[in-house]
C-alpha cells in the first residue's frame, strides 16, 4: 500500500473516532465534503511535486483562509480548493469569483508579510468532485487561475 494511501485511511479513520468522543462535534455534510476536498487536494498537489507549507492560513485581518499554501518549484502557490458532489448547478472552480479572489489576495498579502525575501507567487484553484461516494471521480488543477 503506497504511503498516501495508508495516510488518507489513517486521517478517515481518526476524524471518524473524533466523531465517536464526547464532545466530537458533527459538522454539517457541506464541511465534511469540503474537508475531504482539500484533503484530496493537499495528497494529489504532492503527488504532482508541490511541497506544501501551510494548510487553512487564516488572519486574523481577514475574514477568508487560505486553503493550502506550497511551493510549485520556485514559485509560492495560494491555492483554492473547491469541492462539489454533482455538476448540476456550475462547474466548482466558478464559485472562485471576483469577490473570493480579493479575500483570497488580502489574506496572501498576509501571508508574503511573514516571509522572508520576496517569493513569486500565484494562485491556483483545485477542484474536486465526489459525484459516486468516498473516492474523487475527478480533480483538476487550475495553474496561475487569477491574477489579484
Known amino acids: 500500500m503506497p504511503s498516501g494511501r495508508l495516510t488518507r485511511l489513517t486521517l478517515r479513520a481518526l476524524d471518524s473516532a473524533a466523531r465517536l468522543l464526547p ?3 458533527r459538522k454539517a455534510e457541506h464541511l465534511n465534503t469540503g474537508r475531504r476536498g482539500e484533503e484530496e487536494a493537499y495528497f ?11 494548510r487553512n492560513y487564516r488572519s ?3 475574514r477568508s ?3 493550502l499554501v506550497g511551493w510549485d518549484g520556485d514559485m509560492l502557490c495560494f491555492i483554492e480548493v473547491k469541492t ?6 456550475q462547474a466548482a472552480e466558478v ?6 479572489q480579493r479575500d483570497l489576495a488580502h489574506v496572501a498579502r498576509e501571508f508574503l508579510r511573514k516571509m522572508k525575501g520576496n517569493p513569486t507567487y500565484r494562485f491556483d484553484v483545485v477542484s474536486v468532485y465526489f459525484e459516486a461516494g468516498e ?4 480533480i483538476t ?4 487561475a487569477f491574477s489579484p
Not at 462539489?84 to 448547478?89: D, E, G, S, Y
Not at 473516492?135 to 475527478?138: M, Q, V
Open 95 to 100: 464559485a472562485v469569483d471576483a469577490e473570493k
Open 141 to 144: 488543477l487550475f495553474k496561475n
Open 23 to 25: 464532545g466530537g462535534k
Open 135 to 138: 473516492r474523487p471521480t475527478e
Open 60 to 62: 486574523p485581518r481577514s
Open 84 to 89: 462539489r458532489t454533482t455538476r448540476a448547478v
Open 65 to 67: 483562509e487560505l486553503d
Open 44 to 54: 494529489y498537489l504532492r503527488e504532482n511535486g508541490y511541497v506544501m507549507i501551510a
